[in-house]
């Protein structure tokens, strides 16, 4: 779980003769990573497509245009069905000519259509004006101007032109300008003014009655449009499956066609080489050999083992276990001894060794079925690389505890549990499926923990009803039981302690490989560092850490939660001279980890208060903890009211606020409660209930949930994780909309 699966590497090597029958075994088992050939070996060269490919992938780009142009989906698949290469040359032709038809009209209408629109906006103003079109134009003596602005600007920039004779009509900011001067002076003489000229349209008589004829025109062609849009529509209905089909057909054969440009190639031979799933090499030797026989030769190079740069760190050595046990069959040219058994070639590049031919293995990450919903949260930061610790199973362990600790409501639980079922089970994106089973884990550990606070929806009915009034935990809000607060605060330092350590634990394992002196630098010395420091705080630290830490009234020695842990004995070695405070063998224990740290890297020693601020930034657990808790309880303290008795407060659900007084006196009520306020009062409170509770189950993804994340992306990961590994993407393809049968 912790690491992917372990993978090898395998070649398959035969004449070319056998390279199409190959191909198509390989495809069939869905089961081989191919790797590129990178031109490295001598008399070596990358394969040509297989005859044909070029016009298979000529007819899959028009599939999918003709998809596109129909605007077919997944819905309109049908039944899975048998496509051959004779149906898709027939029937291809014959959809690809009705559809081109209908979507050439189409077109065409649109622009009749753009255009008529374009003309009906032109006209608008005309309209507005009033004026006959034919009295716009074709005068000798006079020009006409038409445009918007403000008249009494024009009026007045007019008037103190050269132009004498002028007339305005005007119409709600439309204005005509008819004036006894030349077109260029009259159009100079408007420069001064607000004006927006406008081109006067083609036709003759009244506006209105042109701009309803274009209007009658404009809903012809519209409905011309809906027609030609209906005859696609059936088309679609009529021709989707087969396209779907077809694509589906003609993607695979393309696939298989460009295979051989991946392999290394002789005249007469070709080298394929890829990755699988160790556990599974038998099953596709007997498989490939099963259907090859002896013409293909099938060898194990070897079992991958990466270090967490990616870097071939070992490997397992492998016999030879081909088929035929040599040479490919029909070759011209020695194949290549396997990758075990060559030489790597180093180039020096950026003062660092490149060896060629070590390709990393893709990944297949090997978690259980319940927690493979985390991996998509882990590949927002990135995919494990081969050699390193998959996250997955941490942040599945981690993660629903602390957002169920923050939220700790039963009735908020199992909403979150019904939202994630939802996404889970109704929705296809592989994605909102991972999001909805991290949401049915988060719900659970959200009702968990109510159960245990005695909460659902903020109310403590639970509490009555499961614990007799005394559940075992609380979450501290009450001044009664005010020192839990303080209790979880502690138990957040101490679940960030443990979490830090655990990526440094991770980060440690990582290093070995590169040797125990390195491992103890790199990662043992943050965790001296960290042990050393929180140790020395929980031993009272000089009397500077705060009381509920440690000693006697610490939150663990009985104050609130009964375990007698007062604290780690303080070890004080010596007084420090000139300032009288011991110096604890905790703090020999920091110093130590921040002297192996500057040996191995003396840049990150300025980092060294890390193991203070990130133990540090788990409090925002209890924080969040207190505030979801006091948002909820505001909420009912509105609807319901509450009062104060012995510093625990009480909501007025069985009771009125009467009620309350006559027993505690005026003083204990908190706020008398909207129900107990009359009807137009109880409706306000209701929808405040309602609205309230929402927002908190809202806020609850955006501040507690992404308050864990946090936590794990830059507290935990970045002690270890660095990722960027290959997704495993076999050769083959999996059937939606055809079958071989």
């Not at 054969?253 to 002789?266: C, H, S, V």
């Not at 001894?337 to 950026?350: F, H, K, N």
């Not at 629903?400 to 549990?417: E, H, K, N, V």
């Amino acid at each position: 779980m912790l690491r992917p699966e372990k993978m090898c590497r395998v070649s398959v090597t035969g004449s070319k003769r056998a390279m199409e029958q190959t191909i198509e075994a390989v495809h069939d088992l869905d089961m081989l990573h191919v790797t590129e050939y990178d031109g490295s070996w001598d008399g070596f060269e990358p394969g040509n497509s297989l005859d044909g490919t070029n016009e298979v992938s000529d007819k899959l780009v028009t599939v999918r245009s003709l998809q596109s142009i129909l605007a077919v989906s997944e819905e309109d698949a049908g039944p899975t069905r048998v496509v051959t290469d004779d149906a898709i040359e027939d029937q291809l032709e014959t959809v690809r000519t009705e559809v081109n038809e209908l979507d050439d009209r189409r077109d065409e209408v649109r622009d009749e259509l753009r255009t008529v629109e374009d003309r009906i906006n032109t006209m608008a103003p005309f309209v507005t004006l009033g004026i006959d079109l034919d009295l716009l134009r074709g005068y000798d003596s006079l020009s006409v101007v038409v445009g918007e602005g403000d008249s009494d600007e024009i009026e007045a920039v007019l008037a103190d032109s050269d132009i004498e004779t002028f007339e305005l009509f005007t119409e709600d900011g439309v204005v005509a300008v008819f004036a006894q001067a030349e077109e260029d002076a009259l159009q100079d003489a408007l420069v001064g003014a607000t004006f927006s000229r406008l081109e006067v349209p083609e036709g003759d008589g009244d506006p209105t009655a042109y701009l309803e004829e274009l209007e009658h025109e404009k809903q012809q062609l519209e409905s011309k449009l809906s027609t030609v849009e209906d005859e696609l529509n059936e088309l679609r209905l009529d021709h989707a499956g087969f396209l779907l089909a077809a694509e589906e057909k003609l993607a695979i054969e393309a696939q298989k066609g460009e295979a051989p440009l991946t392999f290394a190639t002789t005249e007469n031979a070709f080298i394929a080489e890829g990755w699988i799933p160790n556990e599974r090499y038998e099953e596709f030797e007997r498989a490939l050999s099963s259907a090859v026989g002896d013409a293909v030769d099938i060898d194990r190079i070897e079992i991958a083992e990466y270090n967490n740069e990616g870097h071939a760190e070992s490997h397992e050595e492998v016999e030879r276990e081909g088929g035929n046990g040599g040479e490919p069959v029909g070759s011209s040219v020695d194949a290549p001894e396997p990758e075990s058994e060559r030489q790597p070639q180093e180039t020096v590049a950026d003062g660092g060794v490149i060896t060629m031919g070590s390709d990393d293995p893709p990944v297949i990450q090997d978690n259980p079925s319940g927690v493979r919903p985390f991996e998509d949260l882990v590949e927002v930061v990135n995919r494990p690389k081969y050699g390193e610790f998959d996250p997955t199973v941490a942040f599945f362990l981690t993660f629903p505890a602390f957002f169920g600790f923050m939220i700790g409501d039963l009735g908020y639980g199992l909403l979150y549990l019904a939202l994630g079922y939802g996404l889970y089970s109704k929705v296809d994106s592989d994605v909102l499926k991972s999001l909805g089973g991290v949401g049915m884990w988060a719900g659970g550990f959200t009702a968990l923990f109510g159960v245990l606070y005695g909460e659902v929806f903020g109310l403590h009915q639970l509490g009555e009803i499961v614990w007799n009034g005394h559940p075992p935990m609380h979450k501290g809000l009450q001044p009664h039981y005010g020192d839990y607060a303080l209790a979880w605060l502690t138990v957040s330092l101490l679940a960030g302690m443990v979490h830090l350590a655990a990526g440094w634990i991770f980060d440690f394992i990582e290093n070995l490989s590169h040797g125990l002196w390195d491992a103890i630098t790199e990662s043992g010395s943050w965790l001296l560092m960290l042990f050393g420091l929180w140790a020395w705080v929980f031993s009272g630290a000089n009397g500077a850490a705060p009381d509920f830490l440690y000693g006697s009234e610490g939150v663990f020695a009985g104050n609130p939660l009964s375990f007698g842990f007062a604290g780690v004995p303080a070890f004080n070695l010596f007084t420090i001279p000139g300032l009288g405070a011991p110096f604890s063998a905790w703090l020999v224990l920091f110093f130590a980890g921040l002297v192996l740290l500057a040996l191995a890297d003396p840049i990150e020693v300025v980092e060294f208060l890390n193991v203070l601020v990130n133990v540090l930034s788990y409090t925002r657990l209890a924080a969040v903890l207190l505030a979801k808790a006091g948002m909820a309880f505001v909420v009912n303290l509105l609807f319901f009211g509450a009062y104060s008795h012995d510093g625990e407060f009480h909501f007025l659900i069985g009771h009125g606020p009467e009620w309350a007084i006559s027993e505690y006196g005026a003083e204990a009520i908190m706020f008398p409660g909207l129900i107990h306020s009359g009807i137009a009062a109880a409706l306000v409170g209701v929808l405040i209930l309602v609205i309230g509770h929402l927002l908190v189950l809202v806020l609850g993804v955006t501040s507690a949930g992404l308050q864990g994340v946090r936590l794990e992306y830059v507290e935990f990961f970045g002690k270890f994780f660095e990722g960027g590994g290959k997704r495993y993407n076999p050769f083959g393809y999996e059937r939606n909309y055809t079958t071989e049968d």
